[in-house]
Nanobody, 126 residues
Framework: QVQLVESGGGLVQAGGSLRLSCAAS????????VGWFRQAPGKEREFVGG????????MYADSVKGRFTISRDNAKNTVYLQMNSLNPEDTALYYC???????????????????WGQGTQVTVSS
């Protein structure tokens, strides 16, 4: 069983940056695939980016490509989502998710993940 806790959300002006953290306990994340998703009010939860179990493959939604970066610190058992050049359309509740699947590709669907955090709110003002 893996417990995930997101942090780092907040209110930021357009063009600003935030770094979200996804801290894991119960198991080491080093062999888990991890994904970041977001959900805005009235919209479905959507894939933002993720990495496969080895961390060697990453993938991003077109809407964030070039602005967001995922990284993993195995020593801290934490995965990060660095978000730059934020715009109001990035406003959402951000979730991290994990699953113990050793695929060579990034899992992009919500049902592909077994464990979820509670989310952290990101609000970007114009």
């Amino acid at each position: 069983q893996v417990q995930l806790v997101e942090s780092g959300g907040g209110l930021v002006q357009a063009g600003g940056s935030l770094r979200l953290s996804c801290a894991a306990s119960g198991r080491t994340l080093s062999s888990y695939a991890v994904g970041w998703f977001r959900q805005a009010p009235g919209k479905e939860r959507e894939f933002v980016g993720g990495l496969n179990w080895s961390g060697g493959v990453t993938m991003y939604a077109d809407s964030v490509k070039g602005r967001f970066t995922i990284s993993r610190d195995n020593a801290k058992n934490t995965v990060y989502l660095q978000m730059n050049s934020l715009n109001p359309e990035d406003t959402a509740l951000y979730y991290c998710a994990a699953v113990s699947k050793k695929f060579g590709i990034v899992i992009t669907t919500t049902r592909g993940y077994a464990y979820w955090g509670q989310g952290t709110q990101v609000t970007v003002s114009s």
